[in-house]
């Protein structure tokens, strides 16, 4: 484009912004005569992060930064029309939230079709060798928006292919992957996947800087986790959950409830959980799911009992395990069996005598108490060795003295 048609354009841009960006437009020329592209490219994203400069981004976006977008960093430059998209519609405005079976969805929208138009034509731009990790921010935006519009289908494609392409990086920005985790978690909530949301949406905090969230957004995020942590098939540890600041976030809250479930199931404590039941029923999805959440406690409350023996007497019987876990007695061998098959526990089970034989339990997060029976039970073994060191110093005084 004609240096000097853009020049006017700027000029024309300038006179019709709202005061407070005058000096910005300045600026933005200077750079622009001078050909300094990095700090340009800097300066208009300062320029369109401004909420007032809403009405103007679409326009300078196509007649200017296009002008100059193969000189600029590309994933700046994905970031440049993100900003721009959000003129078509909010998209960071998107929640997708479980309140029990509900699906929230915030509806902000000016021209969703003309927005993925715009999205789908810029990672078009930065489909190239040079540009994966931009190509990768823009078809993650698109799968976003592809959400919003209730396109499950598109959205998983383009999350596919975005997830082969970030698996041949060996390193890439941390707000691409951000970006690809809380969008993977937004599909995966929209398909009722609670097991995946929970991975894909530990994996986003792990990439953010847990400051940047609000309040709320920490509430909501902690909330979600928590339920699809409680009701996912496949989750039977919640350590990375439990160890995670997030969750603090509940505390003193009126879901600080659910907190207090999930140390519940941690620890396998029945009696815990026979006081919170009640509150199964402020979510429609717990409530719905009550039953598992039964044998999903009970099966807590067995690994708790193995990890409680010591390891030489860890052959129980199934009254034994009964009476630990509460569990019907005709019911107790499907649910060993079941501990064994989750990997849980390993072992094997008379049948005829009735004897579970454990020999390993899966490793967890433990509380204070658990962490003080360890140290009783370290004490013991100690014990236990110095008096065996004692008896063969005894018995054979004279076998140490040859």
């Known amino acids: 484009m004609d240096p000097e048609v853009i020049s006017n ?12 960006l005058q000096q910005s437009f300045l ?7 001078r050909k300094l592209w990095h700090q340009l490219t800097d300066l208009v994203l300062v320029h369109f992060h401004n909420p007032a400069s809403a009405p103007q981004r679409l326009p300078l976006f196509r ?12 994933l700046q430059f994905v970031s440049l029309g993100l900003l721009t998209a959000e003129t078509f519609t909010s998209l960071c405005s998107y929640r997708h939230i479980i309140r029990g079976s509900e699906q929230v969805i915030d509806r902000d929208i000016a021209d969703e079709n003309e927005c993925l138009a715009f999205l789908t034509d810029l990672t078009k731009k930065v489909n190239k060798p040079s540009s994966q990790d931009a ?16 396109d499950l ?3 998983h494609k383009n999350l596919d292919k975005a997830e082969t392409i970030l698996d041949t990086f060996d390193s890439v ?4 992957h951000a970006t690809f985790y809380r969008v993977n978690a937004i599909y995966h909530q929209a398909c009722l996947d609670f097991g995946a949301y929970y991975k894909s949406s530990l994996l986003y905090l792990a990439c953010i800087d847990l400051s940047t969230l609000t309040t709320p957004e920490s509430q909501t995020r902690a909330y979600d986790l928590s339920v699809a942590a409680l009701i996912s098939t496949t989750i039977y540890n919640f350590g990375e959950l439990l160890l995670h600041p997030i969750l603090d976030s509940l505390s003193q809250t009126p879901h600080a409830w659910l907190r207090d479930l999930l140390f519940a199931f941690n620890r396998g404590d029945l009696m815990a959980y026979n006081l919170l039941e009640s509150n199964l029923l402020k979510s429609s999805l717990l409530e719905e799911h009550k039953e598992f959440l039964w044998q999903k406690i009970s099966l807590s409350a067995l690994t708790e009992a193995v990890f409680r023996r010591p390891p030489h007497d860890r052959a129980m019987t199934f009254a034994m395990i009964a009476r630990e876990t509460k569990v019907k007695p005709h019911e107790i061998e499907i649910l060993i069996m079941k501990a064994l098959s989750l990997g849980l526990l390993r072992g094997s089970i008379d049948q005829v005598a009735e004897i ?9 997060v433990l509380d204070m108490k658990q962490i ?30 040859a």
């Open 356 to 364: 579970a034989r454990i020999n390993w339990v899966q490793p967890k």
């Open 9 to 20: 354009f700027l000029s024309e841009q300038r006179e019709a912004a709202a005061e407070d």
């Open 153 to 155: 289908d598109g959205a």
């Open 372 to 401: 003080d029976d360890m140290r009783l039970r370290l004490k013991d073994w100690d014990s236990s060795v110095n008096q065996l060191g004692n008896w063969i110093e005894g018995v054979g005084r004279d076998v140490w003295a």
């Open 63 to 74: 007649k200017f930064i296009l002008s100059f977008a193969e000189k600029i960093n590309q």
């Open 173 to 176: 920005e941390t707000q691409v």
């Open 27 to 33: 600026n933005i020329e200077d750079y622009w005569d």
């Open 135 to 150: 190509y990768v921010y823009a078809l993650v935006a698109c799968s976003e928006l592809q959400l919003r519009l209730h």
